[in-house]
């Protein structure tokens, strides 16, 4: 199994910067995409951002020149740069990790970020 332990959110006011953080541990060296995701009350969880071992990114459009993603691969982290921050950001965010070759994934338990107009 894997454990993904999210830290970085809060409450920042709009325009502002937050970093996210995302530590894996337990059997990864399956993992190939690691990622976040978000889902706001009363709405379905949505792409942030994935990352692949190599460093291939996606985004999702509405945090496109946003957000920038990352990953530390000697330290099993992937971190979420979010700035130009937007009340419409504010969601529980989670990490995600999953094994391309099982397509077993992982989530973590997620991390509040509310953005004040």
């Known amino acids: 199994q894997v454990q993904l332990v999210e830290s970085g959110g809060g409450l920042v006011q709009a325009g502002g910067s937050l970093r996210l953080s995302c530590a894996a541990s337990g059997s990864i060296f399956g993992v190939n995409v690691m990622g976040w995701y978000r889902q706001a009350p009363g709405k379905q969880r949505e792409l942030v951002a994935t990352?692949?071992?190599?460093?291939?990114?996606d985004y999702g459009d509405s945090v496109k020149g946003r957000f920038t993603i990352s990953r530390d691969n000697a330290k099993n982290t992937v971190y979420l740069q979010m700035n130009s921050l937007k009340p419409e950001d504010t969601a529980v965010y989670y990490c995600?990790?999953?094994?391309?070759?099982?397509?077993?994934?992982?989530w973590g338990r997620g991390t509040q970020v509310t953005v004040s107009s």
């Open positions: 990352i692949t071992r190599s460093g291939d990114t």
């Open positions: 995600n990790s999953k094994s391309l070759t099982t397509l077993i994934e992982y």
